[in-house]
């Protein structure tokens, strides 16, 4: 069963960092691209950044400002948002979820993930 | 950015019933479209991937169909459990982008 779980989340203050953890259990971890996507309160979901199996690739939201650093560690099954200069519209749920599928080879669009499998979220609160 | 509309925002149903979603791109995203559904506190379900592929595990009530520009989600007859809200998402072009949702209620 796959599973992912997100944590490092809580309460910061504006200006702040914060780093998220997403521990994958239940697939090959270090075949799939992953993903994270936040929801704020209320709000639809926002694709927030994507990182390629072996980190060649990484993708960000223009919105983030490159605020936002992903990366992965694939030895412990491991994904990783350093999130800095944290403002109050950061204020979401964030999710990690992994690709559909693995996606070597592909090319173009065929590369470009869709999110199956999504961790519970973790809740991060941007406030003074 | 490739912007998604969703329309309704909100379809009101009763059981039984067969709900039409649309979404439409702001340009061609091909097939690459995908489905969601997310009920209150839960993370989103994959339902439909590349337009009109059902993801595992998916009841066939679900359908998904189109391409290009405008595509179109059919459930074809509610169940209680499907009163939730609906997302697209295009992986056609980064940024990677989701419509607003529609809200299937009762």
């Known amino acids: 069963e796959v599973r992912l779980v997100e944590s490092g989340g809580g309460l910061v203050k504006p200006g702040g960092s914060l780093r998220l953890s997403c521990t994958a259990s239940g697939l090959t971890f270090s075949s799939y691209n992953m993903n994270w996507v936040r929801q704020a309160p209320g709000k639809g979901l926002e694709w927030v950044s994507s990182?390629?199996?072996?980190?060649?690739?990484?993708y960000y939201a223009e919105s983030l400002e490159g605020r936002f650093t992903s990366s992965r560690d694939n030895a412990k099954n491991s994904l990783y948002l350093q999130m800095n200069s944290l403002r109050v519209e950061d204020t979401a749920v964030y999710y990690c979820a992994r690709d559909l599928k693995p996606r070597n080879p592909c090319s173009g669009s065929s590369c470009n993930p869709e999110f199956d499998y999504w961790g519970q979220g973790i809740l991060v609160t941007v406030s003074s | 950015e490739i912007v998604l509309t969703q329309s309704p925002a909100t379809l009101s149903l009763s059981p039984g019933e067969r709900a039409t979603l649309s979404c439409r791109a702001s340009?061609?995203?091909?097939?690459?479209l995908a489905w969601y559904q997310q009920k209150p506190g839960q993370a989103p379900r994959l339902l439909v991937y590349?337009?009109?592929n059902r993801a595992a595990g998916i009841p066939a009530r679900f359908s998904g169909s189109g391409s290009g520009t405008d595509f179109t989600l059919t459930i074809s007859s509610l169940e209680v459990e499907d009163f939730a809200v609906y997302y697209c998402q295009q992986r056609s072009n980064w940024p990677l982008t989701f419509g607003g949702g529609t809200k299937v209620e009762i």
């Open positions: 590349d337009a009109s």
């Open positions: 340009q061609s995203v091909s097939s690459f």
């Open positions: 990182i390629s199996s072996t980190s060649r690739y990484i």
